[in-house]
C-alpha cells in the first residue's frame, strides 16, 4: 500500500498517478534511442555512466509534508533493469521505500519518502533532483529532473557570472542585478545575444525567495532585479 498526502492509494492507484501507459512515457525530450536531448548533447553526462532519463512526481514537494514521492526511470536500449541494484539507488539522500520494475519499457517507478531527503536540500520553483545507483555488476547510472521544493531553509538562484576577466560588459553593469528562478529563464534572459557568460547558482533565505518570486508552487514572478531593493521586503508577519 502506498500514501500519498497522507492517503492510502493501492499499487494500481500509484501507476495511475504516474501516467505509465506506453505513451506516457515517451516524456518532452525523451529521444527515440532512449537517451534524454540533456544526455545526447552531452551535458554533465560522464562516459562511465549510464545516463537514464528521469521524471519526479508530483511536480512540487513540500519539504514538511511527510509524504512519499516517485520517479519513473527509463533506460537505455540494451539494459536489463533486473540488473538494477534497488538498494544503491539514491534521490538527493533518499532511499528506495519500493519500486515497480516495467521490463517491456525498460523503465523502473522508485518510491522515497520526502522526509529521507538531505538536510541541507534548498528549496526553488526549478531544484534538479539527481537520481543515481548501480546495476548488479558496479556499474552506476544517474539522471535527474527539476520540481518545486517548498518549505526549505533556502532558495536556490540563478544568474550569470562576473567574476571571470571576459565576462562581458553588460552583465557587469546591469545582468549582474538580475536573479532568475531557474537556469532555463537566466539563460534565455541574457543580456544580449551573444553572451556566453556563465550562469552559476546560489542559496538565498527562503522568505527572501518567496518574497522575490512569490509563494505559490510556480514562481509567480520569474526574475527579481536587485535594483528594487535587496534583500527583498519580507512578507507580512514573517
Not at 58 to 75: C, K, W
Not at 181 to 210: F, M, P, T
Request: glycine share 8%.
Amino acid at each position: 500500500m502506498f500514501y500519498l498526502s497522507q492517503k492510502k492509494i493501492t499499487r494500481l492507484e500509484f501507476l495511475k498517478i504516474f501516467g505509465v501507459s506506453g505513451a506516457s512515457l515517451l516524456l518532452p525530450g525523451l529521444l527515440p534511442n532512449g537517451l534524454s536531448a540533456r544526455a545526447q548533447n552531452g551535458h554533465s553526462v560522464k562516459e562511465d555512466i549510464i545516463p537514464v532519463t528521469t521524471l519526479i512526481k508530483p511536480d512540487a514537494i513540500s519539504l514538511r509534508s511527510g509524504d512519499n514521492f516517485g520517479s519513473t526511470v527509463v533506460f537505455p536500449d540494451g539494459y536489463d533493469i533486473t540488473d538494477v541494484n534497488v538498494s544503491s539507488v539514491r534521490c538527493e539522500g533518499a532511499t528506495v521505500v519500493d519500486n515497480i520494475l516495467r521490463p517491456k519499457d525498460r523503465s523502473i517507478i522508485f518510491l522515497y519518502n520526502i522526509g529521507d531527503l538531505r538536510d541541507n536540500l534548498p528549496g526553488g520553483y526549478s531544484v534538479e533532483f539527481t537520481i543515481n545507483g548501480q546495476l548488479n555488476d558496479g556499474t552506476p547510472f544517474e539522471g535527474s529532473d527539476t520540481v518545486a521544493v517548498l518549505c526549505a531553509s533556502q532558495g536556490v538562484i540563478y544568474h550569470t557570472s562576473t567574476r571571470k576577466r571576459k565576462s562581458c560588459n553588460a552583465c557587469k553593469s546591469h545582468a549582474v542585478n538580475k536573479i532568475f528562478a531557474s537556469r532555463e529563464l537566466a539563460d534565455i534572459n541574457r543580456a544580449h545575444r551573444g553572451c556566453n557568460c556563465g550562469i552559476v547558482k546560489e542559496e538565498i533565505n527562503w522568505q527572501y525567495y518567496i518574497s522575490a518570486f512569490g509563494q505559490t508552487s510556480k514562481a509567480s514572478a520569474t526574475v527579481y532585479d536587485k535594483r528594487w531593493g535587496w534583500p527583498p521586503q519580507l512578507p507580512m508577519g514573517a
